[in-house]
């Protein structure tokens, strides 16, 4: 029946309560890179933006498998909270750097991202452990299709705040959305006890699955996205940024949001063939914002190739879910986090200097070729493997 897993999984206890808290957590995830490159872009170009906000998602990187792994260890409250006020202080110090200190705000850049709560990792963590595996999966996909609200509301209300008031005070509210959203998130009680891995059990997490390869695709695919904001905000605005650019990015996640609900009514049967074949999706919807005729055409084109995004990111979290080992979920996604954060990383700094260097148009071709290489080398991948059915199966514990 249409719909009928999201129904299901509204009904068990908690789920509402961690979705909802858990988005308005990761409002950031939306808000931070246009925030850091409007604020940058005040006095230095788009290179250097591209490194600072690259710097800044590295950063969150580096620190989000240790604290995801200490989630699993000690409990996520205990990780959870005060990595969320450490946040909120970087974020707000960050603001308050004086525009033309270049070298400062590289440094509290990164020190914001090193203190970056791993809401994402603990969420998609707990899926696994709390409903039946066609739930899962159907809970996987809600959260992706809602997921799109933070890339649809974070860009227009960065584009209002840095209009009205200023950028400086648009990369202050990211902190604080942080703040609140995640101290409402860890209130939840079925946070309050930790899953303690056995130690041979992590050692086969990146051993024994497939986790490495989903890895692998999250780098490629999170490359295009990070190249494809850069590279719209240049269509949008020329050489310096402007929130214009907001609305481009926010119809975009709106054709995701459609997507997913799309996949959500389906019934599929989510396996790593159709994995591959959503990255090669998005390789091709990015690649074509490239033809765009202009700003209103570069949104059409946006709109209809955003509706690729959800779906393939839902059928990558179910087999991320699927092979997560018990004990070990919220480091098995925060390893697949490293992985969309390594790329998020080099795309924004590969975007801004293929933006100065080409320009726009050449940076969605760019953007497009990494899934492009991703989706080749995974069906490559697979065709390679003897037992395709161990793709279908959990790792027991």
């Not at 603990?122 to 933070?150: D, F, K, N």
């Not at 695709?217 to 190249?227: D, E, H, S």
């Not at 899934?371 to 059915?389: K, N, Q, S, Y």
């Amino acid at each position: 029946m249409p719909l009928a897993g999201y129904r299901l999984a509204l009904r068990t206890p908690s789920v509402g309560r961690l979705l909802g808290t858990s988005l308005v957590a990761r409002m950031p995830n939306g808000m931070s890179s246009l925030a850091i490159l409007l604020l940058v872009t005040r006095h230095n170009g788009y290179g250097r933006a591209g490194l600072v906000t690259g710097l800044y998602v590295a950063a969150a990187g580096a620190s989000n498998l240790v604290l995801a792994r200490a989630a699993d260890r000690i409990g996520p409250r205990r990780i959870l909270v005060p990595a969320a006020v450490g946040y909120a202080v970087g974020m707000i110090a960050l603001a308050l750097v004086p525009a033309d200190a270049y070298l400062a705000e590289l440094l509290v850049a990164a020190a914001a991202g090193l203190t970056s709560p791993p809401v994402v990792s603990v969420v998609r963590g707990l899926w696994p452990r709390m409903l039946e595996p066609a739930v899962a999966q159907a809970v996987y996909g809600l959260e992706a299709t809602a997921q799109e609200l933070i890339f649809m509301l974070g860009p227009a209300l960065v584009a209002v705040m840095a209009g009205l008031a200023g950028s400086p005070l648009a990369v202050a509210l990211t902190g604080l959305l942080a703040l609140i959203g995640t101290l409402a998130f860890a209130a939840t009680p079925v946070l309050a006890t930790p899953e303690r891995p056995a130690v041979k059990v992590r050692r086969r997490l990146l051993r024994g699955t497939r986790l490495p390869a989903y890895v692998a695709v999250g780098v490629a695919i999170t490359i295009a996205f990070n190249m494809c904001d850069v590279a719209v905000v240049a269509f949008v605005s020329g050489r310096h940024a402007s929130a214009g650019a907001g609305v481009v990015l926010a119809v975009w996640s709106l054709g995701s949001l459609l997507g997913g609900l799309v996949f959500g009514a389906g019934a599929a049967r989510v396996d790593d063939p159709a994995v591959a074949r959503s990255v090669a999706a998005i390789a091709l919807a990015v690649a074509a914002a490239a033809a765009a005729p202009g700003n209103v055409g570069l949104a059409v084109i946006m709109f209809f190739g955003g509706a690729t995004i959800a779906p393939g990111l839902a059928r990558l979290y179910t087999r991320v879910g699927a092979v997560a080992p018990g004990g070990a979920s919220t480091e098995a996604f925060g390893w697949m986090a490293v992985g969309l954060l390594v790329g998020s990383s080099i795309g924004a700094a590969l975007g801004g200097l293929t933006v100065d260097t080409f320009g726009a148009r050449v940076t969605f071709l760019l953007a497009g070729a990494a899934p492009a290489v991703g989706a080749v080398g995974f069906f490559g991948w697979l065709r390679g493997r003897d037992d395709p059915e161990l793709a279908r199966q959990p790792l027991a514990s």
